[in-house]
């Protein structure tokens, strides 16, 4: 078979379709680690801004984990919060500026270990904010620990021999509990294990930020992200063992969305 | 004259938050830091500002931390057990350089360590006023917001149940103070990708394209703008010094018991002086140290085990001449200043001391006594 | 020289009711004051001790009074909480039916007023407190009768607004007696005396 | 060619984009290889300037993006040309 020469762009007349990186990306490199699905989540989310013409109009808080470091990366305005906090910080930017599309990037265990608190109330008060929840069902970031979203059987640095419901207690699923809550307008659960799923989670990323800037409550974006290193897998096999644990207990799709009625976002 | 008001502590210290353009308040309700955030929900709405009752003092810090980034003037409040419980954020704060105050209406004078020590990681100071009754208080609630936004720091505002419950008829006059220059650093939101958007965060990494100048770098920044601060900033006020050979340290409310107390002594001829820090960080040790030079006798007055003696140990020299008139005092109920805050306690305690007599111990006011 | 009270009784009295409205009065006429109460029996039928201090100058005195030189007895239950605090030569105003046995009077000024026979007069035996104010007004001229009735209006929950003109009608009440007695005027407040030339 | 690649379906007759691939900042986690729909990437058999493989492209790329969608580390760039390569008449020349 023949290898093409691809690291140069073509000399035939071309259109170049797709850049490297969003342009809210300031720059490509970055250290997480191979296979990561946190990287490909920024991206989508950063894209949907661009389209949403937020650019100018946004503020994102993040929570501690491996996507923290997409601060320095990030061209938004952008802080760094305490761990579990964001929807609360979230919650006084708001309310200071109500026209701008405020933001949270938080992790499994920064949302639902450390933050469950937060997310609720700000879920329970209708903030018209943005939540992201990055899941992977671990801390990446110490080296892959057990979460309060791990799911049964998981094996983490602290389960060793799997996440036991009776010894180690039961998974929170989080965008479960908040689909029931009035305060949150849109719930969703995509994940980025592949194209197709990637594109449908961008379209649901477009809601979870048009949803709470029409004033229809908090949104939370839950999004299954590879952590092959906190998994203990090799990184092409990411993908399937996330579906395989992660993707049988949380399901796809939007669980809530008091926006449809009013949706003029029509599939494109 | 400006039409007084006859207001309590509480609801002072909030219309001047007010007046000083305050426009965020989150809080949890916990005695007697009560009535504050009850002020704060009822007047904020009307000044187009904002009080959430947050579901925990974490939550409120926080929020508050997060209304203070995007540029408006921002308080939380509670009283010491609340702030216990924010010190992680209020360390925050001081390190990603985001101007908030803290009011802590205290349930004693226990809050000293808390307050100049920080509880939080790290290595900050938190400006600390304690004023001394409600017209200080007023006064004060105007100097922590602008110092918080002066120099980006949190500032703890301690006041206790006596001052917020203490009603005075005040015009809540508005000190003048230096225009500060606007907040260009806020995160308004505006600057995505223009290549020059904004970042607050504690370890100074700033973006990809400007990269900050690291942890250690920007550490080290803050500790020497703390250094500026405690240069700049330490208030107190003192009387009788001069000529004094026992000079009665104390702050807060307890400050005004003791200068009461001095002035009635030295009428009655006692070479005596009262020296109150106004800022508990910065202390104002230089001050502390003058004023002491020719005092045989510096006694300590706090209603706690002993806190502040730590400062004045380090302002002056010769221990010897350094000691503790106070002592924890509450009431009944645990959470108000207890017998020991009294003029007449107080008088008895300095001429004891002045004689070379052990400490008068209170009587025993155990729970009942006042019921 | 500032002029301070206490005044004590049984919580339900009106004891915090009238510390507020005389230090409301004496704002209407751009003193100075501070007022505060006494907490741990708030509730009905417990103690209720409350401090007013008047001035024509901020006020300096501690917000917890070490000592006073006025006093209003609503009841003789919990006395001991003020009489010893007490200057000597104090002035007193004591219910004359409930109040009746104040303990170690000897060597301050006590008036007897029949603050409860007065209120009833008016047609509420609750705005015994409100008589009361007003002899105090009309014995030491500490502020105006006419303030302390706009501070007594101004005070009232619009719950219970009804019971402005009974109330005024008592702080009346109080204010005659005190003129029939032939005691207008007789104890002066401190910041009176200072603006009479000697 | 690895294994892998063996056992997958003859190149498409029809070329109709192609990526440039940054393959110095690729950390060789093989997610494009199964996410690309005519399965014209493969991974190389030695190791870039990090020492991790990386994909390689064969002729029948439609541009479609999918490698871009789920590439971690933002190493492809996408192009559609404007007018597609019959691989069939495809000489050396005319490739890119």
């Known amino acids: 078979m023949r290898a093409i020469d691809t690291s140069l762009p073509p000399q035939r007349p071309a259109t170049k379709t797709a850049e490297f990186k969003p342009s809210l990306l300031l720059k490509e490199d970055h250290h997480l680690c191979a296979g990561c699905g946190e990287p490909v989540a920024i991206r989508l989310i950063l894209e949907v801004i661009e389209e949403l013409e937020l650019t100018q109009n946004n503020v994102c808080i993040l929570g501690h984990g491996c996507y923290g470091s997409f601060i320095m990366l990030m061209d938004v305005d952008s802080t760094l919060c305490l761990h579990g906090r964001a929807p609360a910080v979230a919650t006084g930017m708001k309310r200071m500026r109500p026209g701008v599309a405020i933001w949270t990037l938080q992790g499994d265990g920064d949302m639902t270990s450390e933050g469950l608190a937060e997310i609720m109330q700000t879920a329970a008060r209708g903030e018209d904010v943005t939540c992201f929840m990055l899941n992977n069902g671990v801390f990446g970031d110490t080296g892959g620990q057990m979460t309060a979203s791990s799911v049964i059987g998981q094996r983490t640095k602290n389960t060793i021999e799997g996440r036991d419901a009776g010894y180690h207690g039961n998974p929170i699923q989080l965008a479960e509990i908040l689909s029931q809550m009035p305060g949150a307008g849109y719930v969703a659960r995509g994940s980025v294990h592949n194209a197709a799923s990637i594109n449908a989670t961008r379209k649901m990323i477009r809601k979870a930020f048009q949803r709470p800037m029409d004033g229809h409550g908090l949104a939370l974006m839950e999004i299954l992200t590879m952590c092959p290193t906190g998994w203990f897998v090799p990184p092409g096999e990411g993908a399937e063992y996330m579906m395989e644990s992660l993707g049988k207990v949380y399901g796809l799709g939007e669980l809530k969305d008091a926006g449809a009625a009013s949706d003029d976002d029509s599939d494109d | 004259m400006t039409e007084m008001r006859l207001l309590d502590g509480s609801e002072a210290i909030v219309e001047a938050a007010l007046l000083a353009g305050a426009r965020f308040f989150a809080g949890y309700p916990m005695a007697p830091a009560t009535e504050l955030l009850e002020h704060m929900a009822a007047k904020l709405p009307r000044v187009d500002g904002v009080c959430i009752n947050a579901d925990s003092e974490l939550q409120a810090v926080n929020m508050a931390l997060g209304a203070a980034q995007v540029g408006a003037r921002a308080a939380t409040g509670s009283c010491g057990q609340g702030l216990a419980l924010m010190q992680e954020a209020i360390a925050e704060a001081a390190l990603n350089e985001t101007p908030l105050v803290i009011f802590n209406i205290a349930r004693n004078q226990q809050d000293y360590f808390q307050a100049t020590r920080g509880g939080g990681w790290g290595d900050y100071r938190t400006v600390t006023f304690a004023p001394k009754d409600l017209h200080e208080a007023v006064e004060h609630t105007h100097l922590a917001f602008h110092v918080a936004d002066k120099y980006r720091v949190p500032v703890i505002f301690m006041a206790d149940n006596l001052i917020a419950r203490t009603q005075m008829g005040t015009a809540l006059p508005v000190p003048e103070l230096e225009t500060l220059p606007p907040k260009d650093w806020a995160l308004d939101g505006t600057m995505g990708g223009t290549g020059a958007s904004r970042w607050i965060w504690t370890f100074g990494g700033g973006k990809a394209n400007r990269p900050g100048v690291g942890p250690d770098g920007y550490w080290r920044q803050i500790a020497d703008k703390f250094d500026r601060i405690a240069k700049a900033e330490a208030r107190h006020e003192q009387g009788f010094c001069d000529d004094a050979e026992c000079v009665v340290v104390a702050f807060g409310s307890g400050g005004k018991f003791v200068e009461h107390v001095v002035r009635e002594l030295r009428a009655e001829g006692h070479k005596i002086g009262f020296f109150r820090p106004v800022t508990l960080w910065p202390f104002p040790s230089e001050a502390l140290e003058a004023a002491t030079e020719n005092a045989s006798n510096i006694l300590v007055f706090e209603l706690n085990a002993g806190q502040m003696i730590d400062d004045v140990r380090l302002a002056v020299e010769g221990r010897d001449r350094i000691k503790p008139i106070g002592g924890i005092s509450f009431d009944d109920s645990g959470l108000n200043i207890g017998p020991l805050m009294d003029a007449r306690v107080i008088r008895t305690r300095i001429l004891d001391q002045l004689a070379g007599k052990p400490l008068t111990e209170l009587p025993y006011t155990g729970m009942g006594a006042y019921l | 020289m500032e002029l301070d009270l206490f005044v004590s009784g049984i919580g339900g009295q009106g004891v915090q009711l009238i510390g507020k409205t005389i230090a409301l009065a004496a704002l209407r006429e751009d003193r100075h004051v501070m007022f505060s109460g006494e907490f741990g029996g708030h509730m009905r039928g417990g103690s209720s001790v409350v401090t007013v201090v008047i001035g024509p100058d901020p006020v300096r005195a501690l917000p917890n009074l070490p000592s006073a030189g006025t006093a209003i007895a609503m009841s003789h239950s919990f006395w001991e909480k003020v009489g010893p605090r007490l200057r000597p030569g104090s002035l007193i105003l004591a219910e004359e039916t409930i109040a009746d046995a104040l303990p170690d009077t000897e060597g301050h000024i006590l008036v007897r007023v029949p603050a409860l026979a007065l209120g009833t007069r008016a047609g509420n035996r609750l705005s015994a407190s409100m008589a009361m104010m007003g002899a105090f007004s009309e014995l030491t001229g500490a502020i105006g009768l006419q303030s302390l009735e706009e501070a007594m209006t101004e005070q009232l929950p619009p719950y219970r607004k009804q019971h402005a003109g009974t109330n005024a009608s008592a702080i009346a009440l109080g204010a005659e007696h005190i003129r029939a007695e032939g005691l207008s005027g007789r104890h002066p407040a401190p910041y009176l005396a200072e603006s009479i030339p000697a | ?96």
């Open chain 4, 1 to 96: 060619m690895t294994a892998r690649t063996e056992d997958k379906a003859p190149a498409r007759a029809v070329t109709r984009g192609t990526v440039v691939i940054d393959i110095d900042r690729c950390k060789g986690c093989e997610l494009c290889i199964p996410a690309c729909p005519p399965q014209v990437l493969t991974m190389s058999t030695e190791g870039n300037s990090l020492g991790y493989l990386y994909p390689i492209l064969e002729p029948g790329c439609t541009g479609c993006t999918a490698c871009l969608q789920v590439c971690p580390d933002f190493v492809f760039e996408i192009y559609r040309y404007d007018d597609p390569i019959d691989e069939t008449t495809a000489t050396e020349e005319t490739i890119r």
